[in-house]
């Protein structure tokens, strides 16, 4: 059932067998399994069922070091968390995004790819997919399609699945209707507490704006807050950082990851008249209404091992967004303005961007007369665009900023810098396609900056999805959960989602975070009650 915290009895104590803070698609995931699995399951979410300023004030903070989105415009406050406003992209990582590579630093992971794959279906179906099938061939022959034919192995055609699933909404009648789920709305998680010395999480202090408090107990606890909010709730649980629980290392909030993201220039074919229908969102045969399929260029394992690189894959901008005008700051704030009126992003900051926007009236109107003229036919150019991984470092991290939210709690801090190796990785990735086009007689990719890294470093773009900052590893003094996601020196604590990430590919991380949390309810389900 869903319960407005802010009507509890303050002076009273929720118990349950699993409390679940955070109602994103990782929290949902595992309230849902767990409760198929017979547990009693409290689920906290400091949101309501839609977006509100307050609410979403409690996800304001610092960042510092290279550009990045304020924080408060990167994640939702709200049961659905981010999917809320996401665009559904899907796709399991990489086997080679497993090993350890000694050409990424803290590559790793503590089990491999096979181990994850065996969720992946159960995810995809929580996602609202159909078949987990990523293989490109077989999605050629049912389309008719065909991928652009590059020569040589330094790239392959990667399969993503598309839908716009918002998981509050797709999945608020299950939690509704389950005997064994107790949602509480509005719920805010302060603080987890720990006897004095004790090796276990006794209760949730919950606060909800109205002045309410009130205390969650459980036999397990679960952070699955995101990759920002995981680490923050830890770090203030605890009388300094230093003690918090889970930090006898210092490892909470390092290691921040992040995917980079560039518009590094343009595809030229040699033939115009050359599809790329393969490579844009077509319909699933046998899909369910709103999904679709789509091919992007990825960078072969081989090619990595190589040329020693990061992970990485190129697509293509939409035909009408071929001219160098969609390029520009004032172009880029229309469009942020208008995902933000679709409801693709988290609302606010409108006014910012029409300033910026507004100040380049002669852009804008060539950027729409673009969208209205360019056509289905042949294409000059196509305007392409890269996510690539960028590795764990330990220096990015996540701590408690001076400014505090509404419970006089310190809001989170960020610190965030693109790597030199990443970008000069990223800069490989585009350099090795060039060549392949060129030796398939297909054309040639240009680039928008020189061969220094200055620019693409410049043009760096941060995905948004947070990453790495209570990292997974067997080894206690490398990463702040064990295999089993469970926060090493306690005994009934884990952590869901893509703060667990040793590394994080190219791929969006909903799928794989929703996989893990399947396997993470599995997990509990086992153990004893």
Not at 8 to 18: A, F, M, N, P, Y
Not at 103 to 109: F, R, Y
Not at 212 to 241: C, D, Y
Not at 247 to 252: A, C, K, Q, S, Y
Request: with cysteine; proline share 5%; hydrophobic share 40%.
């Amino acid at each position: 059932m869903l319960v407005d915290a802010r009507r509890l009895d303050s002076s009273g104590t929720v118990e349950c067998d699993v409390c679940i803070v955070g109602g994103g698609p990782a929290g949902i995931t595992l309230a849902l399994e767990l409760a198929n699995g017979g547990r009693r399951v409290c689920l906290l979410e400091s949101g309501g069922l839609d977006h509100e300023r307050r609410s979403q004030s409690l996800l304001a903070g610092e960042v510092v070091g290279s550009p990045y989105p304020p924080l408060i415009e990167t994640r939702c406050a709200m049961l659905g968390g981010a999917t809320s406003v996401w665009a559904g992209w899907c796709r399991p990582l990489d086997a080679i995004d497993f090993e350890a590579r000694d050409w990424v630093p803290g590559s790793g992971w503590p089990f491999p790819r096979d181990e994850l794959l065996r969720f992946i279906p159960r995810a995809h179906a929580l996602c609202g997919l159909g078949d987990a099938d990523y293989d490109a061939g077989a999605w050629e022959a049912r389309a008719g399609l065909g991928r652009l034919p590059l020569v040589g192995q330094d790239f392959e055609a990667a399969m993503f699945h598309t839908r716009v699933w918002r998981f509050g909404t797709e999945h608020r009648r299950s939690l509704e209707q389950s005997p064994d789920i107790r949602v509480l709305l509005h719920a805010t998680a302060l603080k987890l507490r720990a006897p004095d010395g004790g090796d276990r999480i006794a209760r949730a202090e919950v606060g909800t704006f109205n002045g309410r408090r009130f205390e969650v107990s459980a036999r397990r606890f679960v952070l699955a807050a995101g990759g920002i909010e995981n680490a923050r709730l830890l770090l203030l649980s605890g009388e300094t950082p230093g003690r918090a629980v889970g930090n006898d290392r210092g490892l909470v909030g390092r290691y921040f990851m992040e995917h980079g993201f560039i518009n590094a220039g343009s595809f030229v074919p040699r033939d115009p008249a050359r599809s790329l229908a393969f490579h844009f969102p077509f319909a699933a045969e046998g899909g369910l209404p709103g999904q679709a399929v789509r091919a992007v260029l990825a960078l072969s394992a081989k090619a990595q091992r190589e040329g020693r690189l990061r992970n990485g894959a190129v697509f293509f901008h939409p035909a009408y967004e071929a001219h160098e005008v969609f390029d520009s700051p004032a172009v880029h704030a229309m469009l942020e303005i208008a995902n933000r009126l679709r409801g693709r992003a988290v609302p606010g900051g409108l006014g910012r961007r029409a300033a910026t926007a507004l100040r380049s009236p002669v852009e804008l109107l060539t950027a729409a007369w673009r969208k209205v003229t360019a056509g289905a036919g042949p294409q000059r150019r196509w305007r392409t665009r890269a996510l690539f991984e960028c590795a764990p470092n330990r220096d990015n991290r996540v701590t408690l900023a001076g400014a505090k939210d509404a419970f006089g709690r310190p809001l989170a801090r960020l610190e965030w810098r693109a790597g030199d190796a990443d970008v000069v990785s990223g800069m490989a990735l585009h350099q090795r396609f060039d060549a392949s086009l060129r030796a398939a007689g297909l054309g040639h990719f240009e680039p928008r900056f020189a061969g220094d890294s200055g620019g693409w470093r410049a043009a760096v773009e941060a995905g948004k999805h947070h990453m790495g900052t209570t990292r997974m590893h067997a080894d206690p003094r490398q990463g702040v959960v064990d295999a089993d996601a469970r926060v090493h020196g306690v005994a009934n604590l884990y952590v869901a989602g893509s703060s667990i990430f040793p590394t994080g590919g190219y791929a969006n991380p909903t799928l794989t975070l929703v996989a893990l949390a399947v396997r993470l309810a599995r997990h509990l389900s086992q153990e004893s009650p």
